[in-house]
């Protein structure tokens, strides 16, 4: 179910008033708790999550800045941790029939109903930054894998998402003033750069348990990209696996081609009634060229230049 205004707890409501508040994408306004930029009804989410979510040591954990490629590494995960559960990829396989979103719930939303009857190991995802992970899962052995986008094309690709979600009543957030928001940190879980930088800090930190993963990079080598997260997940393909085809198996299955062309990616909505096909527009790399003016290309790379290369990190 969709969360509405007046699904927010008391204690939400109370704490909403007391913090930084800025003009909406998509709902009227945005609030910065603990650093980072939310709309109301994920707040109150969020803040359930923090409270009572219990991490296992075995689960596996995927974390993304909204549409740095979620759909994708949920569905590329889930096929590689089942691909024994379901040997035969190309014909009664759950993601030929259920949207990704809906294998692999997020456990800053859905946990309250969906996590009692997930299997273990349980695969779940976030878009929490990790400073505001639920303590649990820092102390836990949990596995953490994050995937991030060159901001450029996560800015344009959110603008396109947000103005298909939103009411056809409602008006849309001017491009200029989306992208200033963005600069400024004020974007979903934002800022991004902030949120990029927790990930990659902790990768650097603890390599066991957090996976660092690029989207550009994994378009460019995605078989390479695949073998890497199952040897981090501790299920590497075997030799025969990959003589049998495995690996392009389940690459095929969750390309951008052919999910987003299945029918249940065409006609049917999440469980929390977003249209599936909102999560499939281009699926490539450098979209933004179309988009940006050049003072806004400039803008950005600035400021990731400053907020990244410190780190060692680059886009
Ligand atoms: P574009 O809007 O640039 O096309 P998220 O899954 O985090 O919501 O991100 C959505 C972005 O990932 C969209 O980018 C979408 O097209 C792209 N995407 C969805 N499924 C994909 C897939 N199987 N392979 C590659 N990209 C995919």
Redesign the pocket.
Known sequence: KYLQQHDISQDCKELLSTLPIEKGWLKPTMHQYQGFWFCPTRLHCVLSCQKSFQAFDTDILLV?????????????TFALINRNKYPNIHINHPLLTTN??DLVPFCDRDFVSDFKTISHPRLYSSHLPYELLPKSVKDSTCKVIY?C?DPK??F???W??INKIRPKSSIAFPFEEAFESFCRGVSFFGPFWEHVLGYWKKSLESSEKVMFLK?EE??MKPDFYLKEIAKFLECPFSKEEESRGMVDDILNL???????NLEVNKIEKTSYEIENK????????G?WKNLLTTDMIERINTITEKKFVKHGLSF
């Open positions: 993304t800045a909204p549409k740095s490629g979620t759909t994708w590494l949920k569905a590329l990704p979103h995937l986008r094309d996560n344009v690709s959110l396109h998402f989207y994994m378009k969750c390309s951008f081609e052919k999910l987003s909102f999560f499939f527009r281009l699926g490539q790399v979209d």
